[in-house]
């Protein structure tokens, strides 16, 4: 028996051409996560889950996946409630990701406007080197997937060039609001715990390695 929610929609007050959208919106929000405002080609994407939000928050929910809106920055983003949907990264992409987000919490504090900050590659490197406690160097085709990665799924926009050249240490990246979604920290003493959870694991990677 397949899932009917007609009712619900129709309740909603989507219209017949709305209702055909709802599975490709749907599947693309999956898809990427984030739906960001401010991006041209999620923006129409971005507005249909507005209009019609409580229909999507409805469907998702009986699917297990929460919809979750960022107010100030304007970006949706979807989030499972079981294990079975969520990605897994590796402890380098991970890093990163706490990297973006120190650096993120940083710069924002000193713009005076709603702009989301700006760093370059050789900031962001040096960071690496320096949020891991340790010269902890990737290699160059490690930095790249790594931040191809991050830039697929939204939380990173290249300001230099249509393509990531990790190779140019004043290469600009404009970090985004959904990093701070990625990993929700409320205080700096929740940004430590991270930072020793992490150490910790890279220690132990290095242990085993040594053996």
Same mark, same amino acid.
């Not at 989507?14 to 209702?19: N, P, S, V, W």
């Not at 160097?137 to 230099?160: F, P, S, W």
């Given at each position: 028996?397949?899932?009917?929610?007609?009712?619900?929609?129709?309740?909603?007050?989507?219209?017949?051409?709305?209702?055909?959208?709802?599975?490709r919106?749907?599947?693309?929000l999956?898809?990427?996560?984030?739906?960001?405002?401010?991006?041209?080609?999620?923006?129409?994407?971005y507005?249909?889950?507005?209009?019609?939000?409580?229909?999507?928050e409805?469907?998702?929910?009986f699917?297990?996946?929460?919809?979750?809106?960022?107010?100030?920055?304007?970006?949706?983003?979807?989030?499972?409630?079981? !294990?079975?949907?969520?990605?897994?990264?590796?402890?380098?992409?991970?890093? &990163?990701?706490?990297? +973006? /987000? *120190?650096?993120?919490?940083?710069?924002?504090?000193?713009?005076?406007?709603?702009?989301?900050?700006?760093?370059?590659?050789?900031?962001?490197?040096?960071?690496?080197?320096?949020?891991?406690?340790?010269?902890?160097?990737?290699?160059?085709?490690?930095?790249?997937?790594?931040?191809?990665?991050?830039?697929?799924?939204?939380?990173?926009?290249?300001?230099?060039?249509?393509?990531?050249?990790?190779?140019?240490?004043?290469?600009?990246?404009?970090?985004?609001g !959904?990093?701070?979604?990625?990993?929700?920290?409320?205080?700096?003493?929740? &940004?430590?715990?991270? +930072? /020793? *959870?992490?150490?910790?694991?890279?220690?132990?990677?290095?242990?085993?390695?040594?053996?």
């Open positions: 028996m397949s899932l009917d929610f007609s009712p619900l929609l129709s309740s909603a007050g989507l219209t017949e051409k709305a209702r055909r959208e709802v599975p919106v749907t599947n693309r999956l898809g990427q996560t984030f739906l960001h405002q401010d991006i041209e080609a999620d923006k129409d994407d507005y249909f889950i507005h209009r019609h939000r409580y229909a999507f409805s469907m998702l929910k699917s297990g996946f929460n919809l979750l809106h960022d107010d100030y920055h304007r970006i949706f983003q979807v989030v499972s409630e079981y !294990s079975y949907s969520r990605t897994r990264y590796k402890l380098d992409q991970t890093l &990163m990701i706490v990297v +973006l /987000r *120190k650096l993120y919490e940083e710069r924002v504090e000193h713009l005076s406007l709603a702009n989301d900050p700006v760093v370059t590659i050789g900031e962001l490197r040096e960071e690496y080197r320096t949020i891991t406690g340790k010269e902890r160097v990737l290699g160059i085709t490690q930095y790249k997937t790594i931040l191809n990665r991050l830039k697929a799924m939204g939380l990173i926009e290249l300001l230099d060039g249509r393509t990531i050249d990790v190779r140019d240490g004043d290469a600009r990246l404009r970090l985004r !959904s990093v701070r979604m990625i990993l929700p920290i409320q205080s700096a003493d929740e &940004m430590e715990a991270w +930072l /020793r *959870k992490y150490r910790k694991v890279e220690d132990n990677e290095e242990d085993e390695n040594t053996e």
